[in-house]
């Protein structure tokens, strides 16, 4: 839709004669208005566009007929920018041409000035997006691990309940990792991942009802929550594997895991907040809410790959399709094969070793502050904060470092070798000190340093499903992550069982002897080649 007013021929030689002219202050170019000036041949170097109301008024300056648009949301200024100048006149605000209503400024020799969320190249647009999806993701997770605490005072739960009710999540999330990994390499990962964003948020706001209702409805919907967020990190995979070239890979994924690193924090230093002063329901109906708000922006900037997105400048998606990823649709996925290779066995099995600890720590780390180290219920959800804090931090100095190795001509297999490895010694080591501490300080520190140290793995094997089979990355995850779902289902009931019997330091004696367990898989049988075309 362009409205143009046309230079005169009788007025366009004196208009110009200089070769140069200026748009003066008396043309009355106001806030908000349209205008649009056209060389008399329909040459046009550049469109600038501005909202308004919706009449048009046409009148004549200097030999210029100009219109004025309202309310039509856009019109434009057409000028060649190498041929004429345009200054002593400020229009403000000017908006993208791209129909996204995103202010531009102009320098006073009438050169545009992008804001720098517009000069983010689109991929790592596509990377925060989804930095944010896992942002949301674990606040809507951990914040039954805080909550839990007052709600197992008002309906009596003991601890055999209370890790019920924790593992219920993941009956659900169990459920959709595989499906997840098959409909994100069919469907894309945006379909998929906005799906789940939508329906865990849906599940979160509603936990509050269920709660009151009774028992087996809570779990139920703790399990209708997995379901939602069981499709995440396929979805997010198979996306991010159609979008980052091999040389940025760590550092994305890293990012990526890392807001749900964040997100841990924030739930965990918020939750206490609001249960304190608005009631343990408002928790779940406040962090529920923002999924909705994150999924307007995933509809409008998200595509699915980099052949789908209109908007992608040439040299971008040059560097992204030769990135040497193969992005063939899929329409068969060759179980057989895959499940006949012994990286993928690795994967798989030093997934579960992984997320058995992890999963703990994630669950029942505000109980065991507000149980061993006797914290009141915002000492513990603050100090649960650092682990999380530490490895949100120490993922992304991970990625940075594994994708420097790569570039200095490391290869992959090593280096996922030694990320991963110290993804599962560092947390080994720090919870076998547990025991040994005196000082709840010390007990907090050895937690931060077993969770930065475990943080190295978003290099590792969250890393290698890319590698081996960047086709088939959904699936990939998806049975990798099926196997850590089981982690987290059977490790967090496990330990109410083992903590009406035993103690802490047999919980954290089983996950120690997973992560040895899962260091010698990984450095035997796993690789960075591909294995899967």
Request: hydrophobic share 45%; proline share 4%.
């Amino acid at each position: 839709m362009a409205i143009s007013g046309l230079i005169s021929n009788r007025n366009f030689t004196s208009f110009i004669a200089s070769g140069n002219y200026q748009l003066r202050k008396d043309l009355s170019l106001q806030r908000g208005g349209i205008f649009s000036v056209h060389h008399h041949e329909g040459q046009i170097a550049k469109n600038l566009f501005a909202r308004r109301r919706s009449h048009i008024e046409q009148r004549e300056v200097y030999g210029l007929v100009v219109r004025k648009l309202s309310k039509v949301n856009r019109a434009c200024v057409h000028y060649r920018s190498e041929e004429y100048d345009i200054d002593g006149t400020k229009v403000d605000p000017v908006v993208s041409d791209d129909g996204t209503g995103e202010a531009l400024q102009l320098e006073g020799n009438g050169a545009l000035v992008s804001p720098w969320w517009r000069k983010l190249p689109k991929r790592w647009l596509i990377v925060l997006l989804c930095f944010t999806a896992f942002l949301l993701c674990n606040m809507d997770r951990v914040n039954m691990s805080i909550a839990i605490l007052p709600m197992s005072q008002e309906f009596n739960w003991n601890s055999t309940t209370v890790g019920l009710i924790q593992s219920s999540f993941f009956w659900g999330y169990l459920l959709t990792q595989i499906l997840g990994g098959i409909w994100a390499d069919k469907l894309g990962g945006k379909v998929v991942l906005g799906f789940g964003v939508v329906w865990w948020s849906m599940a979160t706001v509603l936990t509050p009802i269920a709660a009151k209702l009774g028992l087996p409805y809570l779990l139920i919907m703790r399990a209708f929550m997995g379901i939602g967020e069981g499709v995440a990190m396929p979805a997010m995979n198979n996306i991010l594997s159609k979008w980052i070239p091999v040389s940025e890979r760590s550092r994305s994924l890293s990012l990526v895991y890392s807001g749900m690193y964040l997100g841990s924090v924030v739930g965990l230093a918020f939750s206490p907040f609001l249960i304190q002063n608005l009631g343990w329901p408002s928790v779940f109906y406040s962090f529920g809410s923002l999924g909705s708000i994150w999924f307007a922006f995933w509809l409008q900037k998200a595509y699915s790959s980099p052949k789908d997105d209109p908007d992608l400048g040439e040299e971008e998606k040059r560097l992204i399709l030769e990135g040497g990823v193969s992005k063939a649709p899929v329409s068969d996925i060759p179980w057989k094969l895959i499940l006949s290779k012994a990286p993928v066995w690795a994967l798989i099995i030093s997934h579960f070793c992984h997320n058995w600890g992890t999963f703990i720590l994630l669950t029942w780390m505000p109980t065991y502050y507000n149980q061993v180290l006797k914290f009141n219920l915002t000492e513990s959800g603050l100090l649960c904060v650092l682990p999380w804090l530490t490895m949100a931090v120490f993922a992304n100095i991970g990625g940075w470092i594994a994708d420097t190795l790569v570039s200095k001509g490391v290869s992959i297999t090593a280096v996922r070798k030694i990320m991963q490895s110290i993804g599962f010694l560092g947390p080994a080591f720090f919870l076998t000190q547990l025991s040994h501490v005196k000082t709840p300080a010390m007990a907090v520190f050895c937690m931060a340093c077993s969770q930065g140290s475990d943080a190295f793995s978003q290099s590792g094997l969250y890393s290698n499903h890319q590698d081996i089979g960047p086709r088939y990355a959904g699936v990939l995850l998806g049975l990798s992550n099926t196997a850590g779902v089981l982690a987290g289902v059977f490790g967090t009931a496990a330990t109410g069982y083992i903590l009406q019997r035993g103690s802490w330091n047999d919980v954290f004696k089983v996950s120690v002897a997973l992560y040895i367990i899962g260091t010698l898989v990984w450095n035997i049988f796993s690789t960075g080649e591909k294995i899967l075309d």
